[in-house]
């Protein structure tokens, strides 16, 4: 069973490839191992991605778990995900065009046993070390920007550096509305997005918001999109900063590509369109 169906995975995988520096597979000398191909490393990240797998378990005679590892911080230093995940919110938005009239922050709490640069005590889970991870979405649960910090910041403090995961998109729309749950409602929130331009439309403390009465319950769905990437996300074993950063980024490139897939299907025609909305 593959872990990402192929009209999702392949797109990603060309553009990916296209990114990639350009590097000899053997060694001149021919005195060392061909050097493993970047498409059979690619599709190991994918599947401890979406399977929850250890770098350990999925490895086996075509790639090693220490190849696994090297090859994803020789892409990190290089900041290709980062750079294709640009590419693919400047697609959609070309093809099918980002709702950005509306948009809504959340955040997210999650595991992370082994600790680490981002990890901190979490509040609903009896002071174990957790991540927090703030999404910022447009009107249609596409994912902009994200960031991961500990488990007890509060949401509140995180608004501002949320919001600047939106600057790769260029010029915004004026009297854009933002969407936050009652943890937002401060008066330094309110402050913060009049200064930015933005209206704030706040679940009030102490009364009732139903969330399927608001524009906030997609960046609830993308959440649980996110956490259907468990191994990384949900439970995350990283430890050092700019890793998570980047599982956060294909995360987003993941679900980005497939809202666009499943948005395309019944607007375009293209060679290898699946025959059922995906």
Not at 127 to 152: C, L
Request: hydrophobic share 40%; charged share 30%; aromatic share 6%.
């Amino acid at each position: 069973m593959p872990a990402i169906p192929s009209c999702i995975i392949e797109p990603i995988w060309q553009q990916f490839a296209d990114l990639l520096p350009d590097r000899k597979v053997d060694h001149p000398l021919g005195c060392h191992h061909p050097r493993i191909p970047d498409r059979v490393v690619f599709d190991k990240l994918v599947q401890v991605l979406v399977f929850g797998c250890a770098y350990k378990r999925i490895a086996d005679r075509t790639c090693w778990a220490t190849t696994l590892r090297r090859r994803r911080d020789e892409w990190i230093s290089c900041g290709i995900m980062y750079t294709l995940q640009e590419i693919v919110l400047d697609s959609y938005d070309r093809m099918i065009g980002l709702d950005l009239s509306d948009v809504a922050v959340d955040g997210c709490i999650t595991k992370a046993p082994c600790g680490g640069h981002k990890a901190g005590k979490s509040p609903v889970d009896r002071g174990k070390q957790g991540i927090k991870r703030s999404t910022v979405v447009d009107a249609n649960g596409v994912p902009i920007g994200a960031i991961a910090a500990p488990a007890n910041r509060h949401d509140s403090p995180l608004l501002e550096e949320t919001l600047d995961t939106m600057e790769v998109l260029g010029k915004l729309p004026e009297r854009m509305s933002v969407h936050l749950d009652r943890g937002y409602d401060s008066k330094a929130s309110r402050e913060k997005l009049q200064i930015r331009g933005l209206r704030a439309e706040i679940s009030e403390k102490g009364k009732p918001a139903p969330l399927a009465a608001t524009k906030r319950w997609v960046v609830e769905r993308t959440n649980s999109w996110n956490n259907a990437h468990k191994k990384k996300l949900v439970w995350c074993t990283e430890r050092i900063d700019q890793v998570i950063d980047f599982w956060l980024a294909f995360s987003a490139v993941i679900i980005t590509v497939g809202r666009l897939v499943r948005q395309a299907w019944s607007r375009y025609r293209w060679e290898g369109r699946p025959h059922r909305k995906p």
